[in-house]
């Protein structure tokens, strides 16, 4: 369902000077949320994606996801009170572009610093704080997970998407 591992930084902070964009989230994904009691206007967070220009070094990181093909690259930066609560990734448009069997696609957030208080992941039910700067998780298309950042520091990370 879901890996994790940690690999050596390899990168400069330049992804904080980036132009993100707040992501766009659905009209039946707030109303789910809204059901559930999660009554924010802060859900998701902001993206800079590779339609932009990505840093050189992204491609060092790509190779320790080799076994991966056709791979994206976000960074996502989550501001102090924004959310995703917990969902599942639909990956339409990766699907359309890349690999129309979303069973084979594979979602890796890369923590590009070290945990902050306030900052929040869960993957499958389970809780994760404390990380590592390099500490990542990979998951499976099906794996329910979500984020947040109650805390004062923004909260970065990259996302790969690829499929096997």
């Known amino acids: ?7 050596i930084p390899c990168w400069s902070e330049n992804y904080k000077k980036f132009e993100y964009k707040k992501q766009p989230v659905t009209e039946e994904e707030i109303a ?15 993206a800079y994606d590779n339609r932009q220009p990505m840093p050189e070094w992204i491609d060092q990181i790509g190779r320790i ?5 056709d791979k ?14 917990p969902h599942v990734d639909h990956f339409n448009r990766y699907s359309e572009l890349f690999c129309k069997d979303k069973s084979r696609i594979r979602r890796v957030v890369v923590f590009l610093e070290d945990w902050k208080p306030g900052h929040y ?15 990542w998780v990979l998951w ?6 979500a984020a947040s950042n109650i805390g004062v520091d923004p909260r970065y990370t990259l996302q790969i998407t690829g499929h096997v």
Do not use: C
């Open 140 to 145: 499976e298309p099906h794996v329910e997970h």
């Open 72 to 85: 994206t690259y976000t960074f996502y930066r989550m501001d102090s009170m924004e959310i995703m609560p």
């Open 32 to 46: 789910k949320w809204q059901e559930q009691g999660y009554y924010l206007d802060n859900y998701t967070g902001n």
């Open 1 to 7: 369902m879901y890996t994790q591992g940690i690999l």
């Open 121 to 135: 992941f869960e993957i499958n039910g389970k809780a994760l704080v404390n990380w590592r700067q390099g500490q």
């Open 65 to 69: 996801f080799s076994y991966l093909e």
